[in-house]
């Protein structure tokens, strides 16, 4: 087995996971896997609705579970929820099975990405770029510890964004371990 069987991009809602992890994915020959969209997948809910049912500890319980799960197979790019890494044991296994790395933007940015956005359950109160840096407060120590790299996105284009996430990924695997496109 190589040294890491996945490709998991953390980091904050905005800062691009789904997009470039679709294109990563496409990039290595590998299965793309949303982790937000197969847990809606999975229970026929929103994201929104299983916060509203069952609070957020429901939706993190539900979220470990599908990370378990999903992370059973190999050879697959990961985007997770902004919150999966706030459980230890989440960012345990993410470690033991994968190469994660911290896609990183600044509440500002997110809160320009995301301006149109109504569907996040952690953005609906009033001052949304106050929610969103104590996300950042809270969540951004934890993404840099977890991962094994962090890629600072604040000053990049989209158009090199993804060449770099493309070598990050190789310099960590050997050619030899990853998937022949």
């Known amino acids: 087995m190589p040294a890491f069987a996945n490709i998991l991009l953390?980091?904050?809602m905005g800062a691009g996971?789904?997009?470039h992890g679709k294109w990563l994915a496409r990039q290595l020959s590998m299965?793309?896997?949303d982790?937000?969209?197969l847990i809606e997948q999975n229970t026929g809910a929103s994201i929104t609705d299983i916060f509203d049912k069952e609070g957020e500890a429901g939706f993190r319980k539900?979220?470990?579970q599908t990370l378990a799960h999903?992370?059973?197979?190999?050879?697959q790019v990961l985007s997770t929820g902004g919150g999966a890494v706030l459980s230890e044991a989440n960012r345990q296994l993410m470690r033991e099975r994968g190469l994660i790395i911290h896609l990183h933007i600044t509440p500002e940015q997110q809160l320009q990405r995301l301006a149109n956005d109504r569907k996040r359950p952690l953005l609906q109160g009033s001052n949304r770029a106050e929610r969103l840096q104590q996300l950042s407060d809270l969540r951004t120590p934890?993404?840099?510890t977890c991962a094994h790299t962090t890629l600072d996105l604040t000053r990049l284009s989209m158009s090199r964004v993804r060449p770099l996430l493309l070598k990050t990924v190789r310099d960590f695997l050997n050619p030899e371990e990853l998937p022949h496109a």
């Open 10 to 12: 953390v980091g904050p």
């Open 17 to 19: 996971k789904t997009s």
């Open 31 to 33: 299965r793309f896997v």
């Open 35 to 37: 982790l937000d969209a």
């Open 62 to 64: 539900r979220e470990s």
């Open 70 to 75: 999903v992370l059973a197979e190999n050879d």
């Open 142 to 144: 934890i993404y840099r």
